[in-house]
């Protein structure tokens, strides 16, 4: 039987999961929609939606996701009034309400299998393992020095350099811990630099950890991009061509000595760790690595405030969270397999 888990991308921002989300939705049976921004509010906020086994408040959790003005439902192409439908007729679980935004998003493109990609996510594995309990993860890894380089150019990113290089070392910490933790077939980290320089080789390689048969098309996003990543996304301007090495390597002109410096300085360790080799730069001052730690201990404090919270929240959970929507989901809940396309309402 073919494999329908769902594969979610994570990473560092400016890491290349956009072009590595392209590349999965290349895939004849895989579609990777562009980011939302439903999935980890809705979660923290599923208290005030109740108990999913019922379908009015399922239905409500659906039309907050199809109609919020901040949610990016849109720029999906699904049709909200059957998205709805389809979440009232569905599983009665918090996973699975959200689980079918993305199995309609499939549908839209004739595909059997779907993933979701959104840097961030990193912070959230665990989160996503409640609702996707067979879910598989893909970490891309990119050399800090170009991502902190490339955040600095974002539009979108107002922290500076050195907030931007606290966030690179998170995701790394995070990428180990899951890697410990995650059975080997639910997690896999793949090289940035590796992933440009051969794409076949090591999309060979990550079909193998999905378990699906390669593609030649994954080879070619640039074809996928029209349709999977929204015009407005200016900064993505690179997905619409060749895979190309030429991005690798750019901090060397984009960053300042110093910033060059501290990189080495607090990230040496995970740089080699991950086959990126240092410059031999001059120590960073020790008011700048006082700055990188300031910035790291404020982004673990603001993790530890909203996991507390939702510790609180676990101990008077709404309803099931699980979702019920693949063969895996339902064999881990004790329900036998799915006719096929049950769930979805015409």
């Known amino acids: 039987m073919q494999s329908d888990r769902p594969v979610f991308v994570i990473g560092c921002p400016r890491s290349g999961t956009t072009m590595l989300q392209l590349m999965l939705h290349s895939h004849p049976r895989l579609a990777v929609p562009p980011e939302t921004r439903f999935l980890v509010p809705a979660y923290f906020s599923r208290r005030a939606y109740g108990d999913m086994r019922l379908a009015d408040n399922r239905r409500k959790l659906a039309a907050w996701i199809a109609e919020g003005r901040n949610t990016k439902f849109r720029e999906l192409g699904i049709d909200a009034a059957d998205f709805v439908q389809a979440a009232m007729h569905g599983p009665g679980s918090f996973g699975s309400v959200i689980g079918m935004v993305f199995k309609c998003y499939a549908e839209r493109f004739g595909k059997p299998r779907w993933g979701d990609k959104r840097p961030s996510y990193y912070r959230h594995v665990e989160m996503l393992v409640r609702m996707f309990p067979d879910a598989q993860f893909v970490h891309l890894i990119r050399d800090g020095r170009d991502c902190v380089a490339s955040l600095k150019q974002m539009p979108?990113?107002?922290?500076?350099?050195?907030?931007?290089?606290?966030?690179?070392?998170?995701?790394?910490?995070?990428?180990?811990?899951?890697?410990?933790?995650?059975?080997?077939?639910?997690?896999?980290?793949?090289?940035?630099?590796?992933?440009?320089?051969?794409?076949?080789?090591?999309?060979?390689?990550?079909?193998?950890?999905?378990?699906?048969?390669?593609?030649?098309?994954?080879?070619?996003?640039?074809?996928?991009?029209?349709?999977?990543?929204?015009?407005?996304?200016?900064?993505?301007?690179?997905?619409?061509?060749?895979?190309?090495?030429?991005?690798?390597?750019?901090?060397?002109?984009?960053?300042?000595?110093?910033?060059?410096?501290?990189?080495?300085e607090v990230l040496g360790e995970r740089l080699t760790a991950h086959g990126y080799e240092l410059t031999g730069a001059p120590r960073a001052s020790r008011q700048q690595v006082a700055a990188f730690k300031v910035a790291t201990g404020k982004r673990r404090s603001a993790r530890l405030r909203k996991y507390n919270r939702d510790r609180l929240t676990r101990l008077r959970e709404p309803g099931p969270i699980a979702a019920l929507l693949t063969e895996g989901q339902r064999s881990l809940a004790g329900l036998p397999q799915q006719r096929v396309r049950e769930l979805l309402v015409r």
């Open 156 to 264: 979108w990113y107002k922290p500076d350099s050195v907030h931007a290089m606290a966030n690179w070392a998170e995701a790394i910490d995070f990428g180990r811990r899951h890697a410990r933790k995650l059975p080997s077939d639910s997690f896999y980290e793949l090289r940035y630099e590796d992933l440009t320089t051969d794409p076949e080789t090591e999309l060979k390689k990550l079909c193998a950890f999905i378990g699906e048969d390669y593609d030649p098309a994954m080879c070619e996003p640039r074809h996928m991009a029209e349709v999977a990543v929204p015009k407005h996304k200016v900064w993505h301007i690179n997905t619409h061509t060749e895979v190309t090495t030429a991005h690798s390597g750019k901090w060397a002109s984009r960053l300042e000595p110093w910033e060059i410096a501290l990189c080495e």
